[in-house]
């Protein structure tokens, strides 16, 4: 077998602070060893895609040309960047496609013609040249639109329970709740009896919640929001929180209404109360700076949070563990619901640009690279 | 015996936000079972006890009669304070004194005579009636003042030092480097062999560190302190950092500094180095809220850090061992520095109070209750 051509998608930062973003022709060779050939099926577009597509760039006033976007990265974030500058970066974590090529090795061999769903960034192609060990081989009722997200995700909400259970919490609080992995979370928690407070921001999300059972969810917009999320806290015991948002003052918000349960009757401590209270930052759909009023004792942690480190951190068993129960419940428990269908090219046309990049919750796009 | 009467302090916050200090004479029973009454000589003001007195209060306008201060709490801290409205509070949570009686207890009757430190709160008295397990007999040749300040300052340098070594650091950023905490911990660093990088606000505060053997200290004054921040940090290989001042930037640009050493020469990352960064807040010396950026990737937390609690779960051997230390070297490495004395009577007047509660680095005052 020779080369295979197809489209990928490159994300480029220039010194001068231009992000050009394109579809190049890219030359595959053929699998060896463990490696196998996978025709991209379905990516999909997750928030941590974005970051790297993007990130703060000036969409809005970007020069679109067929297959190529050239936008404005402004200064302040230039040098967060600085590491980036200059290198062509492929983008998108997971997907899911067919193996078409495979190299001499078992593993790959026993790939073929299999369908089946892939992390490892760069999937934004036509093809992807992978390492057998970085895909999961699908069942076969499974379509690759349904096994698209079946990383990202899935194994983020077992990673919160995981990381709650670890942490001798008994209820979660979630911020931006009726996104994909917050629904998903919704069912994985009455699953396992473990309390969650969600959190959105309209009428509508509650509505959504409450429609595939979520018991305790506020809606920031309230203006009774901190009593109700105070009462929702009370309720289910909850002293982790994982947030979606990272900028403004969500995260103490969270944490002074679990210092005030904990406080309940107790006598006045300037150092507030003893009962540990942790808050994980795992996304940041608001770029700007968590603002901590730190009106919630001393006894409180905010973490970021990633799913690499914490897989590696958990073990090859739990991480094993966690991708059997994915792979079990995909077209269940785990899943995922998409607000458009994208090909490569249109994924770079202006429109789809601001619909996408503007992350409105529970609004999933997926790019189809190959029609 | 029957019973002791003496001026003590109270802190008093009524429901319309006018704060109350001022000294009352109150009556003592003899001491019963473990108990002994402590004739109290010398007592440190800390930062921490400067939250219980005033807090935010504004003491420049507040009214000064003998012996009583009335003061205005402003709107915003009323809610974080709801739960001591109306309960008059002694301040004051360490000091020495001698053992003037006690009860039939063997804890008890062995301190009898002795001069003692304590902790354990109500300590800006001429008189504390107080468990024996409060108490440390000094040695013979330690002096009240030397003694005074023997638990807060001492056992939190020693905290940082066991919390730094257990999650396994080799170096610690300390802000606010100059007070006699930074001073003790300098002293106490040197002979553990743990790297500091020592951040203060003046040429002054450099020079004083330097006096006393700091290597790394960098100035948030200068120009390019954030570059030499780093260079501090790349030197010693610091990823724990402890704060004492809390709001504002300066948690967020220590972290930032560190991810920046954990990345050089890395590939770029968009979620930024596996590297784990922790910054504990153990002070509020600005009350406003800490800024966190997020300009360090998502390997990081940032913590409340309090005494009490790290004493309670570092578990009773570790205290006693962390105690003894303190007993065996209170007048070399932890030896603390006053700038003024002053009576009871004193500490209520208006120009003392404004010179102790700005609470300048490495200006501490002592409290003489007995004259």
């Given at each position: 077998?020779?080369?295979?051509r197809?489209?990928?998608?490159?994300?480029?930062?220039?010194?001068?602070?231009?992000?050009?973003?394109?579809?190049?022709?890219d030359?595959?060779?053929a699998?060896?060893?463990?490696?196998?050939?996978?025709?991209i099926?379905?990516?999909?577009i997750?928030?941590?895609?974005?970051?790297?597509?993007?990130?703060?760039?000036?969409?809005?006033s970007?020069?679109?040309?067929?297959?190529?976007i050239?936008?404005?990265?402004?200064?302040?974030?230039?040098?967060a960047?600085?590491?980036?500058?200059?290198q062509?970066?492929?983008v998108?974590?997971?997907?899911?496609?067919?193996?078409?090529?495979?190299?001499?090795?078992?593993?790959?061999q026993a790939?073929?013609?299999?369908?089946?769903?892939?992390?490892?960034?760069d999937?934004y192609?036509?093809?992807?040249?992978?390492?057998?060990?970085?895909?999961?081989?699908?069942p076969d009722?499974?379509?690759?639109?349904?096994?698209?997200?079946?990383?990202?995700?899935?194994?983020?909400?077992?990673?919160?329970?995981?990381?709650?259970?670890?942490?001798?919490?008994?209820?979660?609080?979630?911020?931006a709740?009726?996104?994909?992995?917050?629904?998903?979370?919704?069912?994985?928690?009455?699953?396992?009896?473990?309390?969650?407070?969600?959190?959105?921001?309209?009428?509508?999300?509650v509505?959504?919640?409450?429609?595939?059972?979520?018991?305790?969810?506020?809606?920031?917009?309230?203006?009774?929001?901190?009593?109700r999320?105070?009462?929702?806290?009370?309720?289910?015991?909850?002293?982790?929180?994982?947030?979606?948002?990272?900028?403004?003052?969500?995260?103490?918000?969270?944490?002074?209404?679990?210092?005030?349960?904990?406080?309940?009757?107790a006598?006045?401590?300037?150092?507030?109360?003893?009962?540990?209270?942790?808050?994980?930052?795992?996304?940041?759909?608001?770029?700007?700076?968590?603002?901590?009023?730190?009106?919630?004792?001393?006894?409180?942690d905010?973490?970021?949070w990633?799913?690499?480190?914490?897989?590696?951190?958990?073990?090859?068993?739990?991480?094993?563990?966690m991708?059997?129960?994915?792979r079990?419940?995909?077209?269940?428990?785990?899943?995922?619901?998409?607000k458009?269908?994208?090909?490569?090219?249109?994924?770079?046309?202006?429109?789809?640009?601001?619909?996408?990049?503007?992350?409105?919750?529970g609004?999933?796009?997926?790019?189809?690279?190959n029609?």
């Amino acid at each position: 077998m020779s080369e295979t051509r197809g489209l990928k998608l490159l994300s480029t930062l220039a010194e001068d602070g231009r992000l050009t973003v394109e579809l190049v022709e890219d030359a595959l060779p053929a699998p060896t060893g463990d490696q196998v050939l996978v025709r991209i099926e379905a990516a999909p577009i997750n928030p941590s895609d974005l970051g790297l597509l993007f990130g703060p760039a000036d969409v809005a006033s970007a020069e679109y040309s067929p297959r190529r976007i050239v936008a404005r990265m402004p200064e302040p974030a230039m040098r967060a960047m600085a590491a980036r500058i200059g290198q062509p970066l492929g983008v998108g974590n997971e997907a899911s496609g067919t193996v078409i090529a495979a190299g001499d090795g078992p593993a790959a061999q026993a790939l073929i013609g299999r369908r089946v769903t892939m992390i490892g960034g760069d999937m934004y192609a036509q093809y992807r040249l992978i390492d057998a060990s970085g895909c999961m081989a699908l069942p076969d009722d499974v379509t690759a639109e349904q096994g698209a997200s079946a990383f990202v995700n899935p194994m983020t909400a077992l990673g919160f329970v995981e990381t709650a259970k670890a942490g001798g919490h008994k209820a979660i609080v979630h911020t931006a709740a009726a996104s994909n992995l917050g629904q998903m979370l919704v069912r994985v928690t009455q699953v396992d009896g473990l309390g969650l407070v969600n959190i959105v921001r309209s009428a509508e999300q509650v509505a959504l919640l409450r429609g595939i059972g979520a018991e305790h969810v506020v809606n920031s917009s309230d203006a009774d929001f901190l009593t109700r999320l105070e009462d929702a806290i009370a309720a289910t015991g909850a002293t982790v929180a994982f947030d979606a948002i990272g900028g403004g003052t969500q995260v103490s918000q969270i944490l002074h209404a679990m210092e005030k349960v904990a406080s309940r009757g107790a006598a006045y401590s300037r150092y507030g109360s003893s009962m540990p209270k942790h808050a994980y930052v795992y996304g940041s759909l608001d770029m700007g700076p968590t603002i901590l009023t730190r009106s919630f004792g001393f006894t409180w942690d905010v973490s970021g949070w990633l799913l690499p480190p914490f897989l590696q951190q958990a073990g090859a068993q739990t991480a094993e563990r966690m991708r059997q129960r994915v792979r079990d419940n995909l077209t269940t428990l785990f899943a995922s619901h998409y607000k458009a269908r994208l090909s490569l090219d249109e994924a770079l046309g202006r429109d789809a640009v601001l619909a996408y990049n503007a992350r409105r919750t529970g609004e999933k796009y997926l790019i189809l690279p190959n029609g």
